[in-house]
């Protein structure tokens, strides 16, 4: 895994050095090394620590406005506390319910951040790409039955997910 992290933390540079200006592509490799650790927190033991995910929210309403220009103060905070209680909603409704965790309570904090970083506006095709990655993933695991998971990482699929959306807008 040292390996692939490696090679991860020089993509996360250099693919929005091709794709973007200069202070966006410096913004888009900020934005992707602070998310680094958390996407293989979340993947590898189902953990976002509050730090972390509160230092991604206060880099995000630093830097964010370098990697998304056009989204004003304003909309970062609506995007931190819409996205933090959007899937706060989702998450409670779910234990209350079921009688049961269906989320981590870490995930709507981190969704929360990434609406620092992005804005409301960009909130709804992280989501539905964090879904659509969260929905290969279990079904390539379940299709090759090499692993019989009953918890996913969403957290890693939210990250992955924030970082497509800001590179393909």
């Known amino acids: ?53 509160l230092l991604l929210a206060a880099v995000g309403l630093l830097v964010g406005p370098m990697l998304t220009t056009d989204v004003i103060l304003l909309d970062r ?17 779910y234990k209350k319910y ?11 904090k981190l969704f929360g951040a990434l609406g620092g970083w992005l804005g409301w506006q960009l909130l709804p095709m992280t989501l539905l790409i964090a879904s659509i990655i969260g929905l290969v993933f279990a079904s390539i695991l379940h299709l090759t039955a090499k692993d019989h998971r009953t918890a996913y990482p969403f957290g890693s699929y939210l990250g992955l997910a924030a970082y497509l959306a800001v590179l393909m807008r």
């Open 77 to 93: 905070f609506v995007g931190l506390a819409v996205g933090f209680l959007g899937l706060e909603a989702i998450r409670l409704a």
């Open 1 to 53: 895994m040292p390996f692939a992290t490696e090679v991860a933390s020089v993509l996360i540079a250099v693919v929005p050095a091709l794709i973007l200006p200069a202070s966006q592509a410096t913004a888009a490799a900020i934005f992707g090394w602070t998310m680094l650790p958390l996407i293989l927190l979340d993947y590898q033991h189902l953990w976002l620590p509050n730090r972390l995910v």
């Open 98 to 108: 079921r009688q049961r965790d269906g989320m981590g309570a870490g995930d709507p």
